[in-house]
């Protein structure tokens, strides 16, 4: 019998980048593959978890710091654009490129709460996969 789910989403949602006005609209902007890059091409995407402890109760945290986390989110996607672009390889191109396309470029977000040891898991000692495995994203990756 499997164990149950430590965890209880409160939310997913797609956090785009604050949109820019002229003259530094980013309607579509790309960046080459370089050397350094081409290392990770072949490698499945990067998880990333991001502890935080939180003193605040549910309605609180969903009315008032949720939306500020997500205006903060989009505000510094807006600067770091290749962090909300995706990988493609226009079929005119002899190697892939990062491309930001401002209509269809996001970054997901999943607020979620949940029943461990916050200090273990948030801490720098080593960890088994099992324990951090229900906490981590499933991310979509394609092969094309």
């Known amino acids: 019998m499997a164990a149950p789910n430590p965890m209880k989403v409160i939310e997913v949602c797609r956090v785009a980048p604050t949109p820019s006005s002229p003259p530094y609209s980013a309607a579509q902007t790309s960046l080459p593959i370089t050397l350094f890059d ?21 309605t609180t945290f969903s009315e008032i710091v949720l939306p500020k986390l997500k205006h ?51 801490s720098n000692s080593f960890r088994e996969i099992k324990e951090i495995q229900p906490f981590l994203p499933n991310l979509p990756a394609s092969d094309t």
């Open 72 to 122: 903060s989110l989009s505000l510094t996607l807006h600067h770091y654009l290749p962090l909300a672009s995706s990988l493609t390889w226009p079929p005119d191109s002899d190697k892939p490129i990062i491309q930001y396309v401002e209509e269809d470029d996001v970054v997901s977000l999943t607020i979620a709460e949940f029943e461990a040891d916050f200090y273990h898991l948030s």
């Open 38 to 58: 081409v290392f990770w091409l072949n490698m499945p995407p990067l998880k990333r978890l991001f502890f935080y402890e939180a003193s605040y109760s549910s």
